[in-house]
């Protein structure tokens, strides 16, 4: 364990649970020492079957206590640990709430000139390799069309410029029609997908995102179109919503352990 790199993870929710656990079985060349949590009392409970207990610390802490820092927060506590990550240079910022990277202006200049490397995983739509080699030859358009069931938008949903109760949606609703960067504006919990797809691909006023409620379906799906100068590629993800957070999809602590995984893997397929 010695040249092991240090890894804190913020927030123990259900996503950042997975997370620190894996790290706790082993993931080669990674270490879990230090982790971030709202309740200590809740975080002490679920970190105690963890053969290596991590120290718990305020996410402001976190960079001085890792070498890698892996967010798995809310939206709303994303500027703490991303100001915390700015004074300090050389490490690395991997990122579950990737609509805060377009939503906080600046912070990705402010991020390249403190020297962060930040990484973020591919999530719940699939297609991103394609995107980036589209990217490479040519793109000309970007579309993604999410489809959720409608209670993983909460209680209500805006929709036509008020709030509609989800629990009176019995047909699909197209809630909203804009750009990414005015998506994540408008669902921040629910479409980190779209951040993704614009940082990989035409940038977050160029992407196209339509978002529907549709009652007909028990999965997330994501359906990104690609238009590029070496042909069209559509790609369709149908994930099931976490069991802990329906806001996320299932699989997408998942993509987070896949991407730390591959850091120190001698073969790295499709990144």
Known sequence: MADSRKVAVAGLGSIGLRVAAALDQGIEGLELTAVSARDAGSAAARLATFRNIPELLPLAALPDAADI???????????VL??????????TFVVASVGQLLIIEGFLDQARA??????????????????????????????????????????????DGGMLATETIDAPVRVFSGSARQSIAAFPRNINVAATVALAGL??????????????????????????????????????????????????????????RRMDGFLSVGS
Do not use: Q
């Open 82 to 91: 991303g100001g915390a990550m700015l004074k300090h240079d050389g490490k």
């Open 203 to 260: 940038g977050a006023d160029a992407t196209s995102v339509e978002i529907w409620a549709d009652p007909g379906i028990g999965t997330n799906i994501h359906e990104l179109t690609i238009r590029s100068k070496g042909g069209t590629l559509r790609v369709a993800s149908e994930n099931l919503p976490d069991a802990g957070n329906p806001k996320s999809s299932a699989i997408t602590a998942y993509s987070i352990i896949a991407a730390l």
């Open 114 to 159: 403190a020297g962060l490397r930040i990484l973020a995983p591919s999530g719940a739509v699939a297609g991103i390799d394609g995107l980036r080699a589209a990217r490479e030859i040519g793109l000309e358009a970007v579309t993604l069309k999410t489809r959720k069931p409608p209670g993983s938008f909460g209680e209500a949903v805006a929709s």
């Open 69 to 79: 820092v892996v967010e798995c927060l809310p939206p709303s506590a994303f500027a």
